[in-house]
T-cell receptor, first 115, second 111 residues
Framework: GAGVSQTPSNKVTEKGKYVELRCDPI?????LYWYRQSLGQGPEFLIY????????DSGLPNDRFFAVRPEGSVSTLKIQRTERGDSAVYLC?????????????FGQGTRLTVV | GQSLEQPSEVTAVEGAIVQINCTYQ??????LSWYQQHDGGAPTFLSY????GLEETGRFSSFLSRSDSYGYLLLQELQMKDSASYFC????????????FGTGTQLKVEL
């Protein structure tokens, strides 16, 4: 596709459930990033993939959060035992090169609501 | 760690010029990016400064002073469609394009 695609666009889940959020980056982009954005705040870094491997997962808040990118393209962010505090917009971004010009292309995000 | 400060809100009239400031504290600074985000939309890249000075892209310009840990985004000939949130974001060494974002400045353009 032309841009970063994230599915679903909206997800409502019950506290304690497991959710998976999908990101399909721009074709050919080797770097992929997950961010989380709460209302009125800037995006908060979660994890960065270079190819298939997680180059930096320092932003994952705890071990309930996990992300994979098995073939170096599509990535899935997985959240176990969801809590109401996990409610936010989860943004995925990709870039052509990991080291160039501060530009990343963002998807529209998945709005996660935990009830 | 990193921290960034920017004004929470700025209001200006159509056709005017507005400057959004950003100060940052970080270790291993590599560059400063600016992103625009409309309500409900994706953040969109505007500009990036790695070196001191002014970068101009159409109506938008961005400035960086590394010695002052300070940058700004300058928007000229404001249009109603420029009403959005604007984020500065620090890129630090070793993190690819991993960015640490500020809390954002909401720009309201009025007639």
């Amino acid at each position: 596709g032309a841009g970063v695609s994230q599915t679903p666009s909206n997800k409502v889940t019950e506290k304690g459930k497991y959710v998976e959020l999908r990101c399909d980056p721009i074709s050919g982009h080797t770097a992929l990033y997950w961010y989380r954005q709460s209302l009125g705040q800037g995006p908060e870094f979660l994890i960065y993939f270079q190819g298939t491997g997680a180059a930096d997962d320092s932003g994952l808040p705890n071990d309930r959060f996990f992300a994979v990118r098995p073939e170096g393209s599509v990535s899935t962010l997985k959240i176990q035992r969801t809590e109401r505090g996990d409610s936010a917009v989860y943004l995925c971004a990709s870039s052509l090169s990991p080291g160039k010009n501060g530009e990343a292309f963002f998807g529209q995000g998945t709005r996660l609501t935990v009830v | 760690g990193q921290s960034l400060e920017q004004p929470s809100e700025v209001t200006a009239v159509e056709g005017a010029i507005v400057q959004i400031n950003c100060t940052y504290q970080t270790s291993g600074f590599y560059g400063l990016s600016w992103y625009q985000q409309h309500d409900g939309g994706a953040p969109t890249f505007l500009s990036y400064n790695a070196l001191d000075g002014l970068e101009e892209t159409g109506r938008f310009s961005s400035f960086l002073s590394r010695s002052d840990s300070y940058g700004y985004l300058l928007l000229q000939e404001l249009q109603m469609k420029d009403s959005a949130s604007y984020f500065c974001a620090v890129r630090a060494r070793g993190g690819g394009n991993k960015l640490t974002f500020g809390t954002g400045t909401q720009l309201k353009v009025e007639l």
